[in-house]
């Protein structure tokens, strides 16, 4: 069972930029499909960026396409999530998830939360205008 520990959330202008990272524990990082989600208050939570096993084939949801870029460091047991344009709407926490299940043929097949099994505890990320 892996353990996962975002971090790298805090207050930003918008127009600004941050980079999550989340690491990873107790498991062989290299056979989960890695994912990051948000969730605002009130709001469901939802897909920002999923990631293959191998780092290949990245997706980003449509709502932060050409602004947020999911990357991995199998060799260091942490997923990576790079924020650039923050606007004021990306503020959530955000979520770092795993699964060993399944093939990662796309992103979008791992835009639900349920297909995920594994959840760290979340980091605050707020964008002031």
């Known amino acids: 069972q892996v353990q996962l520990v975002e971090s790298g959330g805090g207050l930003v202008q918008a127009g600004g930029s941050l980079r999550l990272s989340c690491a990873a524990s107790?498991?062989?990082?290299?056979?989960?499909?890695m994912g990051w989600f948000r969730q605002a208050p009130g709001k469901e939570r939802e897909s920002v960026a999923a990631i293959s096993r191998s780092g290949g084939s990245p997706y980003s949801a449509d709502s932060v396409k050409g602004r947020f870029t999911i990357s991995r460091d199998n060799a260091k047991n942490t997923v990576y999530l790079q924020m650039n344009s923050l606007k004021p709407e990306d503020t959530a926490v955000y979520y770092c998830a795993a699964t060993g299940r399944g093939q990662y043929y796309g992103g979008r097949d791992y835009s639900a939360p349920n297909r995920f099994d594994y959840w760290g505890q979340g980091t605050q990320v707020t964008v002031s205008s």
């Open positions: 107790g498991g062989i990082f290299s056979t989960y499909i």
